[in-house]
């Protein structure tokens, strides 16, 4: 069974670093694009970033240009997300997700809809 498991989050200070991984148990990441989305209360999960599969390609989203990296570990089967000055509004809930799309770039940030497969999300609070 295909699953994706989101860890690495967590209470931080503004301006503090965090974290995410996504990792896949019962299929390799080898082939598939990598998004992460965050929910906040309230609001609609919206993309904060995606990786193609070979890593060579990556999006972000405007809020978080400059502050958050995307990269992948093709060895640990696994997708991060790194976040740097994180601010309060970016307290949500992260989630990554998942979509075959082998040696193709991602040309965009693609919405929830396209992404076939979801982790359970992972709570990051920003909050001093």
């Known amino acids: 069974q295909l699953q994706l498991v989101e860890s690495g989050g967590g209470l931080v200070q503004p301006g503090g670093s965090l974290r995410l991984s996504c990792a896949a148990s019962g299929f390799t990441l080898d082939h598939y694009a990598i998004g992460w989305f965050r929910q906040a209360p309230g609001k609609e999960r919206e993309g904060v970033s995606c990786i193609s599969s070979s890593g060579g390609s990556t999006n972000y989203a405007d809020s978080v240009k400059g502050r958050f990296t995307i990269s992948r570990d093709a060895a640990k089967n696994t997708v991060y997300l790194q976040m740097n000055s994180l601010k309060p509004e970016d307290t949500a809930v992260y989630y990554c997700?998942?979509?075959?799309?082998?040696?193709?770039?991602?040309?965009?940030?693609?919405?929830?809809?396209?992404?076939?497969?979801w982790g359970q999300g992972t709570q990051v609070t920003v909050s001093s």
């Open positions: 997700a998942a979509r075959a799309f082998p040696g193709v770039a991602v040309s965009t940030l693609y919405g929830p809809q396209w992404y076939d497969y």
